[in-house]
């Protein structure tokens, strides 16, 4: 497998977003902890990453809907159990200022990136039983909960979990063959990822350990 490249943050990866433009795409990755937030770029072209500014006080309303290197738009959330959308705001992001704020509007959600995302399936779903038995014959692994799984040209993508004193999140790629090209342990705890890795333009990215951003290059 290619090198990879990985960057630590000091506070746990909350969303990783796709911005920019499809000829230099970008992730947007806000990070949170201690009731703060802090908003970041990294470059997938250059690897990288930035601290744009730290978050407003109303950061947890807040979804990153796109942006360039200048502006942001987010969809600003109510606060209920059942959350509809309060307003559309925009932000300047240098330095960090709320630029308008709009009355609910229908924004485009088809993204301009061709980013791949995998099947997510939970361990109460039929089509998991057939994983389960996979895993067991190839692996010898007894996997449980939920998988992520992504079929490409030549390589195939798992992400699953195992209870071995607690449950651990492990990261499988492998060829057509089933042979293991990668295998990382991404997480540890109850939480069950969903979509707990995608791909753009041949490369993998993924988070590690809730803090650390992972990407395999040309994957």
């Known amino acids: 497998m290619p090198a990879f490249f990985e960057h630590s943050f000091s506070e746990p990866i909350w969303s ?13 990755i806000e990070t949170r902890g201690n009731g703060e937030a802090f908003w970041h770029s990294c470059e997938l072209s250059s690897k990288k990453v930035e601290l744009l500014a730290k978050a407003p006080a109303d950061y947890a309303q807040l979804n990153f809907h796109s942006g360039d290197e200048k502006e942001a738009i987010f969809i600003k959330l109510q606060q209920s ?19 308008k704020e709009e009355k609910p509007r229908p924004l485009i959600t088809e993204s301009p990136f061709r980013f791949q995302t995998p099947q997510h399936y939970e361990e109460s779903q039929d089509y998991f039983k057939d994983f389960q038995t996979f895993f067991k014959q190839q692996y010898n692994e007894n996997i449980a909960k939920g998988i ?17 004193n607690g449950w651990k999140n492990y990261l ?3 060829n057509l063959a089933f042979e293991t090209l990668v295998l990382e342990l991404i997480a540890e705890g109850d939480a069950i990822g ?8 041949d490369q993998l990215i993924f988070v590690k350990d809730k803090i650390k951003l992972v990407i395999y290059e040309k994957l």
Not at 16 to 28: A, C, D, K, N, V
Not at 148 to 164: Q, T, V
Not at 194 to 201: A, E, G, K, P, Q
């Open 16 to 28: 990783i977003r796709y911005w920019g433009t499809p000829e230099e795409p970008r992730l947007w």
């Open 81 to 99: 159990k059942n959350p509809g959308i309060e307003s559309i705001q925009t932000y300047s992001l240098q330095p960090v200022a709320l630029l």
């Open 148 to 164: 992520d799984y992504f079929e490409g040209e030549d390589k195939l993508l798992f992400s699953y979990y195992l209870y071995d």
């Open 172 to 174: 499988r790629v492998c």
């Open 194 to 201: 969903y979509h707990t890795f995608t791909l753009l333009n």
